[in-house]
């Protein structure tokens, strides 16, 4: 199935994976430009990985990744989602001085609309930063990487805490490293 997939320049990577942007081709879409979250397979997809494909499968928004497919190939499984030309919000911001107001309303209100939209369908991201919001070519702002998002649904308390460190709600930190008292 791999052969579906050309893979080009990387886009960035994580603690699940790399993301590259690809050509993929495929029945229904014919053949475009997409993203390619690959993620290494010790042996088979591990319950993150298939939760995170479950999301992104259930999730239709104007202002979520639109998911493709998800191929799997020798040692990886691929999830194959929308491109965004302008990348990450963070490093589109971290290479500006200054922003056109109208783009940071514009981004704010894209990003409370996908906010909005999880909320409805009870799932919480737990992982909501910068880095996780991509800009498509026409300046819309998707919401990314679900990788450790959580269905509110769900009765299962068995989970810690995860997420970034830098990003973390500082009431979740007890889960990370316990500070010795003073």
Same mark, same amino acid.
């Given at each position: 199935?791999?052969?579906? *997939? ?16 690809? !050509? ?10 997409? =993203? ?23 999730? /239709? ?7 493709? /497919? ?12 929308? @491109? ?7 490093? @589109? ?9 109208? *783009?940071?309303? #514009? ?10 939209? *999880? ?25 990314? /990487?679900?990788?450790? =998002? ?10 810690? =805490?995860?997420?970034?460190? #830098?990003?973390? =709600? ?7 490293? !316990?500070?010795?008292? #003073?």
């Amino acid at each position: 199935m791999g052969a579906n *997939l050309t893979y080009h320049e990387r886009l960035g990577s994580g603690a699940s994976g790399e993301v590259f942007r690809v !050509t993929w081709k495929s029945k229904e879409f014919g053949t475009i430009e997409a =993203a390619a979250k690959k993620i290494r397979l010790d042996e088979e997809p591990t319950a993150q990985q298939k939760s995170e494909i479950e999301f992104l499968k259930r999730l /239709d928004h104007k202002n979520i990744v639109k998911y493709y /497919d998800t191929v799997l190939e020798k040692k990886h499984v691929v999830i194959v989602t929308e @491109y965004a030309a302008k990348g990450s919000l963070y490093d @589109y911001l971290k290479d500006k001085d200054k922003l056109p107001e109208h *783009l940071l309303h #514009r981004w704010i209100f894209h990003l409370a609309r996908g906010v909005n939209y *999880l909320k409805e369908n009870d799932v919480a991201h737990r992982d909501l930063k910068s880095p996780n919001c991509i800009l498509t070519a026409d300046n819309v702002l998707k919401i990314c /990487d679900f990788g450790i =998002a959580k269905d509110l649904t769900s009765t299962k308390t068995t989970e810690s =805490a995860k997420g970034s460190i #830098r990003w973390i =709600a500082p009431e979740l930190l007890t889960d990370f490293a !316990t500070v010795p008292e #003073r």
